[in-house]
């Protein structure tokens, strides 16, 4: 792979488990050795520098606290290392718990701290030294869905403000999409997109990340031998919703369960006529409230220009064709 950074931004590797995140992650931060090829980092190769020479600072998925020391001790042991002045430490943890809200935990251990509080405490001890580069490895995955939703507020407004240079590794689509500047959609070690989160998902490469990407994923069916046609399911809509702006591409829609979530119904069926016997899922707002069961069938549209065509051979993105 060939990737760079820009300075300060937020970049994101997304892809499933054992796609290499976290082992170039790794190699970033000094851990692993490439096989071949050149890591810069502030136009410097770092390939032969030891980790503590790369002014990166890591945090990884377990928060990695030493459990015998208070939570002042923790995040002073890298200034400690470094050789900085004593009188100089006590400022800069105030300033790193500052920047998290833990200053009121400095004598606390790491048991003493829920999950929410031991990953400010990691994050804190890794910016403490001020990197030039901060890496984290799934940061937020061991703490509860309504935390990380606040965690990942919290972790993007701070970096914003000290505009540091962040790769950010995980699985979960949701988070890359909500914090990254751009997102790395990586599978068997190469990158398959490089964009802006809108761009990976309104404009998918390939098909593995039109898959990849959405809950539900795109909706990919074949339209001929040579190539397969994707729409997303929040455009896959009852022909009388959409809005007629534009030309829309008809489809018998035959409902075979109906998924209540809330603020969304997800339709899972069949089309008939066009694509006939494809499995496709609807995504349907709270607002379209005309009642959809099982067993029936109804009359669906997408709009042309939502529609994305592929290569079936390869799963390439290919220029749009009549359907």
């Known amino acids: 792979m060939d990737l760079v950074t820009r300075e300060g931004e937020f970049l994101v590797l997304l892809g499933p488990s054992g796609c290499g995140k976290t082992t170039l992650l790794r190699m970033i931060a000094g851990l692993e050795q490439p096989s071949s090829g050149e890591i810069l980092i502030g136009g410097q190769v770092v390939n032969d520098l030891p980790p503590r ?3 990166i600072a890591m945090v990884f998925q377990s928060y990695a606290l030493y459990p015998h020391m208070t939570v002042f001790k923790n995040i002073a042991f890298p200034l400690k290392a470094q ?3 004593k009188e100089e430490i006590p400022k800069k943890v105030a ?7 833990i200053g009121h935990l400095l004598e606390r251990k790491p048991r003493q701290l829920s999950g929410g509080e031991r990953q400010r405490v990691a994050l804190a001890r890794a910016v403490v030294r001020e990197p030039a580069v901060f890496l ?16 990942r507020d919290e972790l993007q407004q701070f970096q914003r403000r000290i505009g540091i240079t962040t790769i950010y590794v995980t699985h979960d689509q ?25 761009e990976v998902y309104g404009e998918p490469a ?3 990340v039109a898959g990849f990407l959405g809950s539900p994923p795109m909706n ?6 040579d190539r397969l046609v994707g729409f997303r399911p929040e455009h896959f809509l009852p022909r009388e919703v959409h809005d007629g702006s534009g030309a829309l591409v008809a489809l018998g829609f035959r409902v075979t369960r109906v998924e209540y979530l809330g603020a969304d119904r997800l339709l899972y069926g ?9 499995k496709v899922i609807a995504r349907l707002p709270s607002t379209v409230t005309l009642p959809y069961e099982g067993g029936r069938r109804y009359e669906f549209a997408v709009p042309e220009k939502e529609l994305r065509f592929f290569d079936r051979t390869s799963g390439l993105r290919t220029a749009p064709r009549p359907v």
């Open 136 to 151: 984290l490895d799934e940061p937020l995955s061991n703490l509860d869905a309504q935390l990380r939703t606040s965690a």
């Open 270 to 278: 069949v089309l008939e006529d066009k694509f006939p016997g494809a």
């Open 206 to 208: 390939d098909t593995f």
């Open 83 to 85: 050789g900085v002045a």
């Open 174 to 198: 949701i988070e890359a999409m909500g914090l990254g500047d751009r997102i790395a959609v990586m599978q068997g070690g190469r990158v398959r997109q490089l964009g802006t989160p809108a």
């Open 95 to 101: 300033w790193a718990t500052g920047l998290f809200g």
């Open 220 to 225: 990919i069916v074949e339209a001929a031998a």
């Open 53 to 55: 020479a790369r002014k």
